[in-house]
Structure formats: C-alpha cells, structure tokens
C-alpha cells in the first residue's frame, strides 16, 4: 500500500483546487436540497462527511451481492426459466431501502461537511470515485427487475444501456476536465428515485408487473425503457455536455485546452468500450451472454478506475492519461479471442481478469485517499485533525 499514485505537480494542484459547480435541475433543486437540509440536521455532528459517502457506496455493495447470490445469470425474473426461482419478496423492499438511504447519505455529505467546515478535495474525490464506480451497480441491480425474457432486454443490450450511463458520468468530468465546472446532471438524482420506486412497486406487486407492452409505441416495458434511457443520454446529457465545453471555450471562461488535449481523457474510455465490445462479439464461447455480470463487473471497474485518474487530474489541473495500463491484459485477451478459439478458456481468463483490475482499482483507490489525507493533514473518516510535531511542540 505504500506505492505512490500522486506527482508533487498532482499534490500542488490539489492545494489550489476550488471547488466549482452548476445544478440547474429542478429536481435536484426544489424537492432533494430541501430535503437534505432538513434530513442533515439529524446527523451528529461528530460524523464525517466520507463515512456518510462509504456507508451509502456500502449499501450498493451489499444489494449488488444480494443479487448475485438469488440472480446471478438475470433469469430470475424470466418465466421461461423456471429451474431459476424468482427473488423472494422481501428482498424488492431491501433493495428499495438500499437504493433510497445510499441516495439520501450521498447527498448529504457534502451538506454535513459544510455543516462540520471539514470541506476539503478529499471528500470531493472520494465522493466521485465512488460515484463512478456506482454506475455499475445500479444499472445491473435494475436488470434483475426485468430478467432476461420477452420484455426485456438482452445481455447485449444491457450491455450497451451500461455503456451509455458511463459515458454520461464521464461526460461531466470530461466537462470538468476542460472547462473547471462541474455541470451536475438532471438525471443524478431522477434516476435514482426511478429506481428506488421501481423496487418498491415489484415488492408491493411482483416482477410480472413489468411484463407489459407499452400502448403506441408498440414495445415491450424493457424496450420502451431503454429508450428513455437512450434517449435521455445521447439526445440531451451529451450534447449538454458538448455545448457548456463549447461556450467555455468561446466566452474564454474554461482552461482553454487544444483540441488534442480537450479529448485526451476521452481516449482510455473510447479504447476500453470498443475492446469489451470486440470481445463480446468475437467471443467463440459467448460469454456475455453466459456470464453477463462478471462481464459486466470487470468492464465497470476498469471504467470506474479511468475515470477516477480523470477526476484527480481535473480537480489537480495535471494532464491526464491517455492510456490506462489496466488495459494491457484485456488487449492480450482480445487478441486470443481473435485469432484463437479458446473456448471454456475465455470463463477462466475473464474471472482472473476481474480479481486482477478489482485488486489493483481497490488498491488505486486506497492509496490515493491515503496519500491525499495525508498531504492535507486529514483524516479519512474521523473530523478531527491529526497531531503533527509541530502542532504537539508546546
């Protein structure tokens, strides 16, 4: 744990780092910030802020294996599968309860880090990193609603609406990478009350209540919600997202970075999706299909990995990267899988290649926490400061 992730030049940018933001949705605005003024005020205040962000990033944890455990393969909510039985009914309303408290504590940190003036970087970053990685976990945990059958989607498909969350997580720090704002998305806080009323509506009525066609558009429930999804992020999250960079390279307000330099965060991420495509789609053994969520846990990681190392090089205002090393072994197997028929082989390649990015993305995140608290003189999860040597010289 002692290796170091953070340059000097990365640390001196955090310490002039101002934290710069714009919500603009009504949601966000007028029903969840009067809320969370008044829901913070129960908090003692001898709470951090990061432990309110781990407990809730913790909460995701736990349903998504709760999940795994009863829906590993997305069959149980598909009545043409009946060898796999359906989730029992109490595990809807545990999974509403995660989704609702990991919302609510996310956000509420930052209001209880203004409320205890323990406001740093730190809690910016681990807030985010975490964030990213939690576009994994709630899309997966809403394929469990709908199964994999007649109204539904496929593995590959799904695929694809994972793709698109990620790409609009990361569109608003590519912002933020290029114009020092972050533009908070409408759909942070709307997609997750959707989800948290999604589980509760199959705990009050069962899964089948999704199994519908949707009137006029002639779709099943699955395909009508994709496209919303779909919609919602290519026709209006990232052209947004274009067009703030765009002004701010216009009015002169952003960092002004060349047009090689504006997409080089992008190129990790173009290069990742398009491996994991390629792979599903050359697959000899099929194993999107046969194995979604581990294909879908390892893809997720990486993404969450990129752009954590994004977010720390926007907030530090350093260059960021333009090719992650976590990509090594997956271009090595994309390779085999292209020229080799490797067969029941590809299982066992992607299970160690899911420890392997998980372990060392656990330990990128560990380390940089570590070693950002350590430059800020912070703790992680207490309030307090830690005694130096020349604090404790009386």
Not at 44 to 52: D, S
Not at 75 to 101: G, I, K, Q, R
Not at 132 to 149: D, E, I, N, Q
Not at 153 to 180: A, D, Q
Request: neutral net charge; charged residues 10%; glycine residues 6%.
């Amino acid at each position: 744990m002692a290796f170091k992730y953070l340059t000097r030049d990365v640390l001196s940018g955090f310490d002039k780092y101002k934290y710069c933001s714009v919500d603009t949705s009504p949601v966000s605005n007028y029903v969840m910030h009067p809320f969370w003024n008044w829901l913070v005020q129960f908090y003692p205040l001898w709470i951090a802020p990061n432990v309110l962000t781990f407990a809730g990033f913790l909460l995701l944890i736990l349903q998504f294996f709760l999940f795994t455990y009863f829906d590993n393969y997305f069959y149980a909510s598909d009545d043409t599968h009946p060898e796999y039985p359906p989730f029992p009914n109490w595990v809807w309303l545990f999974a509403a309860n995660c989704m609702f408290w990991a919302h609510q504590l996310d956000g509420t940190d930052g209001k209880q880090a203004r409320r205890t003036k323990t406001s740093s970087p730190l809690g910016e970053l681990f807030d985010h990193g975490l964030d990213s990685w939690a576009t994994l976990f709630m899309p997966v945990g809403l394929y469990s609603v709908f199964g994999r059958g007649e109204h539904s989607l496929s593995p590959e498909r799904t695929f694809m609406m994972l793709v698109s969350v990620m790409v609009m997580f990361f569109m608003s720090h590519w912002e933020k990478y290029n114009t020092g704002v972050l533009y908070l998305p409408w759909g942070y806080d709307v997609s997750q009350l959707v989800l948290t009323s999604i589980y509760l509506v199959t705990f009050i009525f069962g899964y089948q209540v999704w199994k519908f066609t949707v009137p006029v558009f002639g779709m099943s429930s699955g395909r009508f919600f994709e496209l919303l999804m779909q919609l919602s992020v290519w026709g209006f999250g990232v052209p947004v997202s274009i067009w703030n960079s765009y002004v701010s390279y216009r009015d002169k307000t952003g960092k002004n970075l060349s047009l090689c330099e504006s997409i080089r965060p992008l190129l990790p991420v173009i290069l990742e999706f398009s491996l994991f495509m390629i792979w599903a789609n050359c697959s000899s053994y099929n194993i999107l299909s046969r194995h979604p969520r581990l294909f879908y846990v390892a893809m997720g990681t990486i993404f969450s990995n990129i752009a954590c190392r994004c977010i720390v090089s926007g907030m530090s205002s350093t260059r960021c990267q333009a090719f992650n090393w976590l990509l090594i072994p997956l271009i090595a197997i994309v390779i085999g899988v292209l020229t080799i028929h490797l067969g029941v082989l590809e299982l066992y390649l992607l299970l160690a290649f899911c420890i392997f990015v998980t372990s060392a993305h656990v330990h990128y995140g560990i380390c940089v926490v570590k070693e950002l608290s350590e430059h800020l003189n912070i703790y992680v999860f207490s309030i307090e400061r830690p005694v130096t040597e020349a604090s404790s010289v009386q």
